[in-house]
């Protein structure tokens, strides 16, 4: 049995929880056992599992600003937009897209007795390396395939 939904977000933060939306998908797939897979449909946007916890997501941050830097005479080629089969008014975001390879754009997440097998500290989050004013609208493939109830 396969089941799939689509969840939209607007990204207002760098990592926003979604787990209770991804077991909502869950529930309403009527699958008890078998794999839960959560997809980004974007390239600056990725699904990744972290423990939830304000100082660990900072640590990442920091990590991911110090090593792929933005701003100060950083020039990647990706932002030479004048250069690219583009709009001119195409975002400049090189960085994003090199940070985005710290994550997957999925996560596979088994699922047992119609409950996603997360351990204690265990969160789904959808990871945005685009940042930008206002939001950006995003979109996550959530595929549930295994067994229903008989």
């Not at 920091?62 to 932002?79: A, I, N, S, W």
């Not at 940070?99 to 088994?110: A, K, V, W």
């Amino acid at each position: 049995m396969i089941y799939r939904e689509y969840l939209n977000f607007d990204t207002v933060k760098r990592f926003t929880d979604i787990t209770e939306q991804v077991k909502g998908v869950v529930d309403r797939s009527g699958i008890h056992n078998g794999v839960c897979s959560v997809f980004s449909c974007h390239t600056t946007c990725g699904v990744k599992i972290l423990e939830n916890e304000l100082l660990s997501l900072a640590d990442i941050m920091t990590f991911l600003e110090k090593t792929v830097p933005e701003g100060d005479g950083v020039v990647y080629q990706h932002d030479r937009i004048g250069l690219r089969n583009v709009p001119v008014d195409e975002r400049v975001n090189a960085a994003s897209h090199v940070r985005m390879l710290f994550f997957p754009s999925s996560e596979s997440i088994p699922l047992v007795d119609g409950g996603l097998l997360l351990g204690c500290w265990q969160t789904v989050f959808l990871v945005e390396m685009d940042y930008g004013v206002p939001f950006r609208s995003r979109r996550l493939c959530v595929t549930v395939t295994g067994e229903g109830v008989c």
